[in-house]
């Protein structure tokens, strides 16, 4: 079975995905020798290999460093520039706000469970970045 796949071929591949993602990662490299950010950049590369119209990506920015961050959110945004609808799982408004367009904000105290939602148009900076929002 192994000897019948194009090594050559995914190895370029994953090299042309890795440089579309500005990624410091290499084909070769052993993802268990990696950082949290060059992980999150291997998965974002995974999911341009099947070219979806939707990418959900849950808490992406969690556990790793703040360049890692910046790495994260311009990848999450050069996505959505190909034209790729994205969605946003996350519990840091700020990373939202820098690369969404709509927000949704599910917000849960003991039984009470509330939904916000709304279009952004500027950054907002309040405490919570919630003032743009309007109930549903």
């Not at 268990?32 to 939707?54: F, N, W």
């Not at 990418?55 to 460093?65: C, G, H, K, N, R």
């Not at 799982?89 to 709304?118: I, K, N, Q, T, Y």
Request: glycine share 6%; proline share 4%.
């Amino acid at each position: 079975f192994f000897s019948r796949l194009k090594h050559t071929a995914m190895n370029d591949r994953a090299a042309e995905l890795f440089g579309e993602l500005q990624s410091e990662t290499r084909p070769n490299d052993l993802v268990e020798r990696m950082s949290g950010g060059q992980r999150q950049a291997v998965a974002l590369a995974r999911t341009r290999l099947s070219d979806p119209k939707i990418v959900l990506l849950d808490e992406p920015t969690a556990a790793i460093s703040i360049r890692q961050v910046a790495g994260i959110l311009a990848r999450i945004k050069q996505l959505k520039e190909t034209g790729h609808a994205v969605i946003l799982v996350s519990h840091r408004m700020m990373d939202v706000f820098e690369c969404c367009d709509r927000v949704a904000v599910l917000h849960a105290v003991g039984d009470r469970r509330r939904c916000a939602a709304g279009r952004q148009r500027t950054p907002r900076r309040s405490r919570h970045g919630l003032r743009s929002l309007r109930p549903v």
